[in-house]
C-alpha cells in the first residue's frame, strides 16, 4: 500500500519534472521553425523527448528532411531495446501491447526497472510514469508552443539540467553493487568520450553497449540488490 | 515539415513496438535476463553524460554540470524525486545568472 502510494507519488514527480522540461521543447520548436501544431503533434505521436528535441535541432540548423528523420530515429533506437526489456513484465496483449509500445521511454522503464523484484509494482510503475508523463509533457509543449514568443531563452531557468538530474534520480537507486557502478560509470564516460566523433544516436548506442559489456564480464546478475 | 514529423514519429512508434514482437523465449536464457537488466541502467547513464558534459558534438562545462551535482547532493540526502530535479534546474539557472558558467 506505502509502496503504490510512493510509486504514484514519483510518477507524478517525474510528470511535473518533465513537463517543465516540455515547455523549453515547445518554445525550441517553434524557435526553430515549426508551428505550435507541429510541435505539439511530435509530443503526442512521437512522444520520445530526446528525439524530438534531435529533430528540431536538425530542423533549426537548417538540415534536410532525411537527415532530421534520421537523427531522430537513431536517438529514438533506445527504446526498442527498453520494449524488449519491458515485454517479459508487462505482458501485454493485443491493444494493451500497442499502446506500451507508445508508452515505452526512458522514464517509464526506468521506473519499471526499480521494482525488478516485484511485477506488480513493476507494471505500476510503467503505467503511472507513461500516464503522468504524456499528460504533462504534452501540457508542458502546449505552454511552451504558444508561449514561445515570452520566454527569450527557456535555458535561463535551468531547464535543460532537468533532464539529467530526473535520470540521474532513475537510476540512483539501482546502483546497489560494484559492478551495477561501474556499468553507469563506464555507460556515462564512454559516451561522452564518443560523442565529438560521432553522430547524435551513435554516442548512446555504443556507450550503452559498452556498459552491458562490462556487466557481463563483472557477472552482474538479475535479482542482485 | 508535416512529412517529416509524421515519418520520423512512425519510426519511432515502429522502433518502440520492435522490443514486444521479438519472440519471448528468445528473452529467456540466464545472459538475456542479465543483458535486460542492464539496459535501462546503460543507457540512461549514457544520457546523463550526453545531456550533462556535452553540448552537440562539443564537450563543454557548462551551468548544468553544477546542477547535476546538485542533483546528485539531493539524492545522497534522500531528498523525494521532485526536489532533486528542482535543485538541478535552480542551481544550473543560479550559476547562469551569476555569469559564473554560460
Redesign the interface.
Known amino acids: 500500500m506505502d509502496r503504490r502510494r510512493a510509486i504514484l507519488g514519483d510518477a507524478l514527480a517525474l510528470g511535473l519534472g518533465t513537463g517543465v522540461y516540455a515547455i523549453s521543447f515547445g518554445a525550441l520548436a517553434v524557435a526553430a521553425g515549426l508551428s505550435a501544431w507541429q510541435a505539439q503533434a511530435l509530443s503526442l505521436l512521437m512522444f520520445t523527448g530526446a528525439s524530438q528535441f534531435a529533430l528540431i535541432a536538425v530542423v533549426a540548423s537548417g538540415g534536410s528532411a532525411a537527415v532530421a528523420i534520421a537523427t531522430s530515429t537513431l536517438v529514438g533506437t533506445r527504446n526498442a531495446f527498453y520494449g524488449f526489456a519491458m515485454a517479459p513484465v508487462l505482458q501485454a496483449r493485443g491493444p494493451w501491447r500497442l499502446l506500451a509500445a507508445q508508452a515505452t521511454i526512458d522514464e517509464s522503464t526506468g521506473m519499471a526497472a526499480r521494482y525488478e523484484d516485484d511485477r506488480a509494482s513493476a507494471r505500476l510503475a510503467f503505467w503511472a510514469t507513461a500516464g503522468s508523463i504524456y499528460v504533462l509533457w504534452n501540457l508542458g509543449t502546449l505552454i511552451g508552443a504558444l508561449g514561445a514568443g515570452l520566454i527569450e531563452d527557456p535555458n535561463v531557468y535551468g531547464l535543460d539540467a532537468a533532464a539529467p538530474a530526473a535520470f540521474l534520480a532513475l537510476v540512483w537507486p539501482r546502483l546497489t553493487s560494484w559492478p551495477l557502478r561501474a556499468v553507469a560509470i563506464v555507460s556515462l564516460g564512454s559516451a561522452v568520450a564518443l560523442a565529438p566523433f560521432l553522430s547524435a544516436g551513435l554516442p548512446v548506442l555504443l556507450a550503452g553497449a559498452a556498459g552491458i559489456v562490462v556487466g557481463l564480464i563483472l557477472g552482474v546478475r538479475a535479482g542482485e540488490d | ?9 512512425g ?3 515502429a ?6 514482437v ?1 519472440p ?1 523465449r528468445m ?2 536464457t ?2 538475456a ?22 553540448d ?4 563543454t562545462l557548462d ?2 554540470v553544477p ?2 551535482l ?3 547532493i539531493a ?1 545522497l540526502l534522500r531528498a ?3 526536489v ?11 550559476v ?2 551569476l555569469g559564473w558558467l554560460p
Not at chain 2, 515539415?1 to 514519429?9: D, N, V
Not at chain 2, 542479465?34 to 540512461?44: K, N, S, W
Open positions: 515539415m508535416w512529412p517529416t514529423i509524421l515519418i520520423a514519429s519510426a519511432a512508434y522502433l518502440k513496438l520492435l522490443g514486444y521479438v519471448q528473452l529467456d540466464p545472459i535476463r542479465r543483458v535486460t537488466l542492464l539496459i535501462p541502467i546503460a543507457l540512461l547513464s549514457a544520457l546523463i553524460g550526453l545531456w550533462t558534459f556535452v552537440g558534438t562539443t564537450i551551468a548544468r546542477g547535476v546538485a542533483a546528485l539524492l523525494p524525486f521532485l532533486v530535479i528542482i535543485s538541478a534546474a535552480a542551481v544550473t539557472a543560479l547562469r545568472a
